[in-house]
């Protein structure tokens, strides 16, 4: 059996260590554009300078899976279609090519490792006193603006977006702002409309609020997560309005049952974009390629969440507890624990990466 898998982040990681103990006698071939696993989670560390989040694919895949270094350009009847122009034949292939971000021009994105590498060199050149502007007040855009701020203590650092982590419970979100102030970074609600960039310096110019106000900023950095890429709508698999490939119960594409989806790119009701999600999606359509290759009856998969988390810098951060379908309780803890608590559960997911072991909830099914 000849089995592709599109894309090596947590997902594709996942998925490739657990089907190789699965069905050991399968061929797998992974096909990513670089030839590293970069943990995404910790793309923030990396352009701030206070961590590594690549490591080199050799050390994550298991042996006697052949890695490509390319990118699926399409996916036909049993074929994948590679930008450098070669072809995959499968049997079944597992898409799980996460997501990305449409960054607004005179922005550095920075939740890729091309975005995060970037921001890193012009963080590098900034001096004292000059001003970095993050737009995005989710995860991605708190971590980032903390930890700029946790290691660059002599720049001014705004965090700009609508609402300051939307998802948490009341009592989260304030210990959010605090740590945020202590940290010294302004928060301004409202939304971003434009930046007019500086000629000489693309990342340089000035930012514009949906309110009309505008301010100079030395560098911007858009840490808004939310689109796809469109390689399941380019091979004409049914997407969702977002670009996601639309799946069944067991995680396979509704337009090919043998193209399963796993993480971000995958239309799973309910589920959010995140590592807690890629993991043990990426480890259920593991088991469901594993299954239909042996013949065995298909499982339906299960969202469930436990906790929803932020680092606040190196020293301080804020895990939230959840309800399984992800809702918020009232519950959560702070401070050094909570940045513990959060580094713990980045180095397990990358154990999961690793190893292919998802750990799963108490009584689940």
């Known amino acids: 059996m000849k089995v592709v898998v599109a894309g090596a982040g947590y997902a594709g990681a996942v998925a490739v260590n657990r089907l190789a103990k699965r069905v050991p006698d399968a061929e797998v071939t992974v096909v990513n554009p670089r030839p590293d696993f970069v943990e995404r989670v910790r793309l923030h560390q990396q352009l701030a300078g206070t961590g590594h989040a690549g490591r080199p694919l050799s050390q994550v895949l298991p042996r006697g899976v052949r890695a490509r270094q390319a990118a699926v350009e399409k996916i036909g ?59 995005g007040t989710g995860a991605t855009g708190i971590e980032t603006a903390a930890e700029i701020a946790y290691a660059r203590p002599d720049l001014k650092v705004r965090l700009v977006g609508r609402e300051l982590a939307a998802p948490l419970s009341e009592g989260a979100r304030r210990r959010v702002r605090d740590g945020l102030a202590r940290l010294n970074v302004a928060l301004v609600e409202d939304i971003v409309t434009g930046v007019r960039p500086e000629e000489d310096e693309p990342a340089e110019g000035t930012v514009t609020l949906g309110s009309g106000e505008e301010f100079a900023s030395d560098l911007t950095l858009w840490s808004v997560i939310g689109s796809v890429p469109d390689l399941a709508a380019r091979s004409g698999l049914a997407v969702d309005e977002r670009g996601r490939a639309v799946v069944d119960e067991y995680l396979r594409s509704v337009s090919d049952p043998r193209v399963v989806v796993a993480g971000d790119c995958a239309a799973v009701p309910g589920s959010r974009m995140s590592c807690q999600t890629a993991e043990p999606q990426g480890a259920h359509a593991a088991d469901t390629v594993a299954r239909m290759i042996k013949g065995e009856p298909l499982r339906p998969y299960k969202v469930e969440y436990v906790a929803a988390c932020i680092s606040l810098g190196r020293r301080d951060g804020v895990i939230q507890f959840v309800h399984r379908d992800d809702s918020p309780r009232r519950r959560y803890f702070a401070g050094r624990l909570g940045a513990m608590t959060k580094e713990g559960i980045v180095r397990g997911a990358g154990f999961s990466a690793r190893t292919g072991i998802v750990g799963a909830l108490p009584g689940a099914k």
């Open 77 to 135: 009847d049993g074929c994948a279609v590679l930008d450098d122009g070669d072809t995959l034949d499968f049997d079944f292939l597992l898409l799980a090519v996460g997501s990305t971000l449409s960054p607004l021009p005179g922005t550095v994105p920075t939740g890729t490792w091309e975005g995060a590498e970037r921001a890193r060199a012009a963080l590098a050149k900034l001096p004292a006193g000059r001003t970095v502007t993050v737009v």
